[in-house]
């Protein structure tokens, strides 16, 4: 998916969006398709302030799996993402802290690596099945949410820091 810049009305308060899907089934991040089904999105241009901003409103199924006891997590998603289009009417400085995304030279500005780099970024760092996961026993690999393990030690293979 791709905006066409070429279509951007930029009188202020102007609105361009454009919605589509985005497939990432195919791309493996360790050995998982970290999002198996098609992403919705809704792509939202608009001026403001002499600046144009895209707006992506993501909707996935993000699948994971547990840092402590290495289930898979199917988690559906509502995100929304923001970024500055740099265009010829933007001047660096302007951008302060912004995301600035860069149209390619035919005016096109790609959606697809974008929202991934996105997505990715918007994953917790702590990966959890679920808040008190007890993780799996360091001695005999038994999963403790099912209940005590058979060595009796209950060792966790994964403390928090
Ligand atoms: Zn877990
Ligand atoms: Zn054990």
Same mark, same amino acid.
């Given at each position: 998916m791709f905006?066409?810049?070429? &279509?951007? #009305?930029?009188?202020?308060? =102007? +609105? $361009?969006?454009? !919605? *589509?899907?985005?497939? $990432?089934?195919?791309?493996?991040?360790? +050995?998982?398709?970290?999002?198996?089904?098609?992403?919705?999105? +809704?792509?939202?241009?608009? *001026?403001?302030? *002499?600046?144009?901003?895209?707006?992506? =409103?993501?909707?996935? #199924?993000?699948?994971? %799996?547990? #840092?402590?006891?290495?289930?898979?997590?199917?988690?559906? +998603?509502? &995100?929304? $993402?923001?970024?500055?289009? &740099?265009? *010829?009417? %933007? #001047? !660096?400085?302007?951008?302060?802290d912004e995301d600035v995304v860069q149209p390619n030279p035919d005016g096109k500005l790609p959606i697809d690596d974008l929202l991934w780099e996105d997505i990715m970024l918007a994953i917790p760092t702590h990966k959890l099945c679920r808040e008190d996961c007890r993780g799996l026993c360091f001695s005999c690999g038994s999963d403790l949410n099912q209940g005590d393990c058979k060595c009796g030690q209950n060792k966790q293979v994964k403390m928090d820091e």
């Open positions: 905006i066409d810049m070429k &279509q951007i #009305d930029r009188h202020p308060g =102007s +609105e $361009f969006k454009r !919605s *589509g899907v985005c497939d $990432f089934s195919a791309v493996l991040v360790e +050995e998982i398709a970290p999002l198996p089904r098609p992403v919705k999105v +809704e792509a939202t241009v608009s *001026g403001r302030a *002499g600046l144009l901003y895209l707006t992506l =409103s993501a909707e996935y #199924d993000l699948v994971y %799996l547990c #840092d402590r006891c290495n289930a898979e997590v199917v988690r559906h +998603e509502h &995100q929304v $993402f923001r970024h500055l289009i &740099q265009d *010829g009417y %933007l #001047d !660096s400085t302007a951008a302060g």
